[in-house]
């Protein structure tokens, strides 16, 4: 499968990767371990990213060495990881021109940007797909490239509870333990040192909380002074919609981040039978069948409306 990516690794000679603005665990472990391997090789190597290493992300090697898109510079390989279009990139998307373009996402919205595209639906995290390239390249993974792949995996499949997990991942999960990660260190680390700031974030999340289609739907919803209030910051609010969509009656939730006062980010999120990718699809998002996302021009509360009304014709039949 990764035959042509090995190619391109050993001809290359200044090689960039790449990920989504706003990361999240996968984003950043996929990441940091492909960095740390082509470093450890003797690559010209650097990972830019728009936004900040979130804080519980920050253990992981080679996370202080992330970088901002600030300055121009070619690249002649660039991997773009966990990431289904250009647009997502934001400023980092400069680093394409005139390079050649390896995507590596399990997104089943990926839109094939790359010179050469492997994309798995199935893969429960991009974090996986690297953990194979890894071994087809034969590289003994080090206890820390190790424990960013199992950040990356632990984390996209909700510590092994979502629907993506499947067999595979728990095989990679036991050859990543095998390497020397410590699990009860990784959690502690990822799910168990919360800021105060996050925590009175999640008090405000849970007070926006509303139900809506019988309790089949949740909503939460925040904005951008509520954040600064808490002392959080954006990062803090991954993971906050499982409030929403772990209570019993729940199909999907929707938790909405205001990002400016007329753009909002909305997340969904669903139990057992409803598509949420081709909801989000609708706003020009996308993502996973259980798992998506989208940006909405308008106000929190015009989110809300547009993003419930297609979740309640979903759930009710109205909208296939």
């Known amino acids: 499968m990764f035959s042509n990516v090995i190619s391109k690794i050993q001809e290359s000679k200044n090689i960039a990767i790449l990920s989504h603005v706003m990361p999240d665990g996968d984003n950043i472990g996929s990441s940091l371990a492909l960095y740390n391997v082509l470093h450890a090789m003797g690559k010209y190597v650097k990972y830019i990213l728009d936004d900040d290493v979130p804080k519980i992300y920050k253990f992981l090697k080679g996370s202080e060495k992330v970088q901002k898109p600030e300055k121009e510079e070619k690249f002649d390989l660039v991997f773009v990881l966990d990431c289904g279009d250009r647009e997502r990139l934001g400023k980092s998307a400069m680093y394409l021109e005139g390079a050649t373009v390896v995507v590596i996402d399990h997104h089943i ?38 424990e960013c792949l199992y950040t990356a995996i632990v984390t996209d499949t909700g510590q092994f509870q979502y629907s993506n997990t499947t067999d595979i991942t728990h095989n990679i999960a036991g050859e990543l333990i095998k390497s020397g990660v410590v699990v009860a260190d990784i959690s502690n680390k990822v799910y168990q040192s919360n800021p105060k700031g996050k925590v009175l974030l999640i008090k405000e999340a849970l007070e926006s909380l509303e139900f809506f289609n019988n309790d089949t739907i949740t909503c939460m919803a925040l904005t951008q002074e509520q954040i600064k209030e808490t002392g959080s910051v954006d990062s803090d609010t991954e993971n906050l919609i499982n409030f929403g969509r772990d209570i019993d009656s729940v199909e999907v939730a929707v938790f909405i981040k205001e990002i400016t006062k007329e753009k909002v980010k909305a997340s969904l999120r669903s139990k057992n039978r409803i598509d949420v990718c081709k909801i989000a699809a609708k706003f020009g998002g996308g993502g996973h069948i259980r798992a998506s996302g989208c940006t909405i021009y308008g106000s929190v509360e015009e989110a809300k409306k547009l993003i419930i009304n297609a979740v309640q014709q979903q759930i009710n039949g109205g909208d296939k």
Not at 111 to 132: C, M, Q, R, W
Not at 138 to 143: A, M
């Open 109 to 146: 919205s990926n839109k094939y940007f790359g010179d050469i595209n492997i994309v798995n639906p199935k893969a429960s995290a991009t974090g996986e797909l690297i953990y194979n390239l890894l071994v087809e390249m034969d590289y003994k993974l080090d206890i820390k490239a190790a």
